[in-house]
């Protein structure tokens, strides 16, 4: 298997208790079938609690203007009771989310973090996650049929074994990925959420890091869920 050995080039709160930076942040965008109230959320590190950051929204368009906070960090939006999109809030302009609610076409752009984890997810579902759909699929026909035979249970078996080694691999990957840009802040988004499965490795990743900035909602949010 191939590691790139440096894949990737190169809010917050109405209430911010500490560490603020200086200007607005912008979130622009348009839903064309939203109809209720919609919310921009996040955890504030301190306290390690969800509130709401943003919430007015006016015919259809979304124009948030939110206080500074130490980027980057994640954020998500609710909407009609829903969580409708996730990503990650990196810079300060040219933030966008536009697309549907009802058949989770919303597409968010501008921030280079949340670019570079969405290329990543492609690669991870077409290496990874699509061949482990298919061998899912597949075990959960054979496990339906009333009576199995031996060649049954022969290709289940061999099935499972195939399953485990994709498992293993794509963590294998992900934590080469890591090592290889220990500078590199996307490395937190994947400790948290490629490798949750073990914390001991994400401790153990955690430690290996070089960020500089340790101010930012993601690192002092996993830093202080894996203390």
Request: hydrophobic letters at 40%; aromatic letters at 8%; proline letters at 2%.
């Amino acid at each position: 298997m191939r590691v790139v050995s440096r894949l990737w080039s190169g809010v917050g709160i109405l209430f911010l208790l500490q560490g603020c930076g200086s200007g607005e942040i912008k979130v622009e965008g348009e839903f064309t079938d939203l109809a209720g109230e919609m919310r921009l959320l996040a955890v504030m590190p301190s306290l390690s609690d969800t509130l709401s950051i943003a919430g007015k929204v006016q015919a259809k368009k979304v124009e948030w203007r939110i206080p500074a906070l130490d980027m980057p960090a994640k954020v998500w939006i609710e909407a009609e009771g829903r969580r409708v999109v996730e990503f990650i809030l990196d810079q300060k302009k040219g933030i966008r989310i536009d697309g549907a609610l009802k058949n989770d076409s919303v597409v968010v752009s501008g921030g280079k973090l949340e670019k570079e984890y969405a290329a990543l997810r492609q690669f991870l579902k077409e290496k990874y996650e699509s061949p482990l759909e298919e061998i899912n699929h597949s075990v959960s026909r054979i496990l339906g049929r009333s009576k199995r035979t031996s060649s049954d249970e022969k290709r289940l078996s061999r099935l499972v074994t195939l399953k485990g080694h994709y498992e293993y691999y794509r963590n294998v990957y992900i934590k080469k990925l890591v090592r290889a840009n220990l500078s590199h802040e996307l490395s937190l988004v994947l400790i948290e959420e490629e490798l949750g499965d073990s914390v001991h490795v994400q401790r153990q990743l955690f430690q290996e890091l070089t960020i500089e900035n340790k101010n930012s909602y993601l690192y002092r949010i996993l830093e202080k869920r894996l203390q």
